[in-house]
């Protein structure tokens, strides 16, 4: 087992064949997504510089567990496009909920990480209504508990570098 990003670094995660998708225009961006399945909806929401490939290995067991499973890729990162607004997680929150509006989604269970979760967590709690169930992890809404500056350790670079070489390849 290589747990220093090492493989990840040279392979990137395998991609998910099949599945439904499509695009969401939406409040300047171009959002891609991905449907796997049939079921209870769970949302698979990825950290920030990366795409929805990085949830790619938790796809098969809740499909095999009966969920519908969707992915997407958060406005300018992996196939989705961006316009020349700041990011923000309340935008961001709104274009997931595009996704599920487009999808007829009224709730869905959202698992995210990092800036993922943190797109869930507003979800959440501006229409708790539409969430069923959260499960976030390695989330920060404020980076003052980050350390300062990043340290940007070799496996650091492995990530970011798999994470330059992926955003390159879906936009292209």
């Known amino acids: ?11 990137g995660v395998p991609s998910r064949p099949g599945g439904d998708e499509g695009f969401v225009e939406h409040e300047g961006a171009r ?26 290995h938790q796809v098969p067991a809740l499909l095999e567990a009966g969920y519908r499973v969707i992915l997407m890729d958060s406005r300018g990162h992996g196939r989705s496009t961006r316009d020349d ?6 935008l961001m929150a709104s274009d997931l909920q595009a996704v599920m509006d487009h999808l007829g989604i009224d709730r869905a269970a959202l ?3 990092s800036d993922g979760a943190c797109i869930g967590l507003v979800l959440a709690s501006q229409v708790p209504d539409r969430v069923s169930g959260v499960f976030f992890f390695a989330c920060n809404m404020d980076p003052s508990g ?5 340290e940007f350790t070799p496996v650091v670079k492995r990530c970011f570098s798999r994470h330059v070489q992926d955003y390159q390849r879906l936009t292209t």
């Open 1 to 11: 087992m290589i747990d220093d990003l090492q493989r990840f670094e040279v392979e």
């Open 31 to 56: 959002l891609w997504y991905v449907v796997h399945g049939r079921g209870v909806p769970v949302f698979l929401l990825h950290g920030g510089l990366g795409h929805s490939g990085n949830l790619g």
């Open 85 to 90: 607004r700041p990011y923000s997680y309340a």
């Open 111 to 113: 698992v995210g990480w």
């Open 146 to 150: 980050a350390r300062d500056p990043i």
